[in-house]
Every structure is written in structure tokens, then in C-alpha cells.
């Protein structure tokens, strides 16, 4: 991302796909975009990513918001104190970074289930669920 190109320059999907792939920098597993434009108007997308430990999801939300600072800044954050569920609330997307089992249990990909879905990662295709 161009650092003299102003925020409302950027795409929601562009700073989603930013903020994926910086997940992916610390390790992120399982990492997904889900684009919910025509399903709510709450946000545009969610990202979504997996992390093993609280350690792995703390470095996971640090490294997120300390890159994408020049673009945005995070309205809320929730979760930080426990570090199983870190919401990061950007308005136009929101980052989802989880510990595993809680992942499985409030299974976002699966509430969401009619929104096209892209896999960030290794193998990087639209996935429609």
C-alpha cells in the first residue's frame, strides 16, 4: 500500500486484504475474508484468522493495528484482556482474531455462511460456501 495515498483512497476490501495478509506475516492460520456487502450493512467484510495461543493472537492484533495505522485506525477493539476473541472494529471491515476453540464454537464462517468467502494464505482462491 502506497503511504501517500490517503485513507479514503483505499477500498474496504483493500484494507481487509491488508489486514489478512499481515495476519499472515505472524503466522495467522486459517485465514479468511468473507464479503458481506449484500448481506448487511452493519460492515462490509469480516477477516477472520486463527491463532494458537493468546501470545499468537496479542502479536496477531499488535502487528494489525501497527501496520495498518497509516491507512486506519481501529474504532473499538474488544477481547484485548483475554485474548481468545480480539474483535478489531475498523467500521468498513471488522478482524475477527480467535484461539482455535473458539473459533469452532462461535463458527462466524458458518453464521455468515451465504457471503462469498476468500482464503488468504497458500491457497489464495475464492472459495463461494
Same mark, same amino acid.
Given at each position: 500500500?502506497?503511504?501517500? #495515498?490517503? /485513507?479514503?483512497?483505499?477500498?474496504?476490501?483493500? %484494507?481487509?486484504?491488508?489486514?489478512a495478509?499481515?495476519?499472515?506475516t505472524?503466522?495467522? #492460520?486459517?485465514? %479468511?475474508?468473507?464479503?458481506? #456487502?449484500?448481506? !448487511?450493512t452493519?460492515?462490509d467484510?469480516f477477516?477472520?484468522c486463527?491463532? =494458537?495461543m =493468546?501470545? @499468537?493472537?496479542?502479536?496477531?492484533? =499488535?502487528e494489525?493495528?501497527k501496520?495498518l495505522?497509516?491507512?486506519?485506525?481501529?474504532?473499538h477493539? *474488544?477481547?484485548?484482556?483475554?485474548?481468545?476473541?480480539?474483535?478489531?472494529? &475498523? +467500521?468498513? /471491515?471488522?478482524? @475477527? +482474531? /480467535? #484461539? $482455535? $476453540?473458539?473459533?469452532? &464454537?462461535?463458527?462466524? $464462517?458458518?453464521?455468515?455462511?451465504?457471503?462469498p468467502?476468500? !482464503?488468504?494464505?497458500? =491457497? *489464495?482462491? $475464492? +472459495?463461494?460456501?
Amino acid at each position: 500500500m502506497d503511504k501517500d #495515498r490517503s /485513507f479514503e483512497n483505499y477500498s474496504s476490501y483493500e %484494507l481487509a486484504k491488508k489486514a489478512a495478509e499481515i495476519a499472515l506475516t505472524k503466522k495467522a #492460520r486459517n485465514i %479468511l475474508i468473507l464479503d458481506l #456487502r449484500k448481506l !448487511t450493512t452493519v460492515t462490509d467484510y469480516f477477516v477472520i484468522c486463527s491463532g =494458537d495461543m =493468546d501470545l @499468537h493472537v496479542k502479536a496477531i492484533v =499488535d502487528e494489525i493495528e501497527k501496520k495498518l495505522e497509516p491507512y486506519a485506525r481501529p474504532w473499538h477493539i *474488544e477481547g484485548y484482556q483475554n485474548l481468545s476473541w480480539v474483535l478489531m472494529d &475498523y +467500521v468498513d /471491515f471488522v478482524v @475477527h +482474531v /480467535f #484461539r $482455535e $476453540e473458539k473459533r469452532r &464454537y462461535y463458527n462466524l $464462517e458458518k453464521l455468515w455462511g451465504d457471503a462469498p468467502v476468500e !482464503t488468504v494464505g497458500e =491457497d *489464495e482462491e $475464492e +472459495v463461494i460456501v
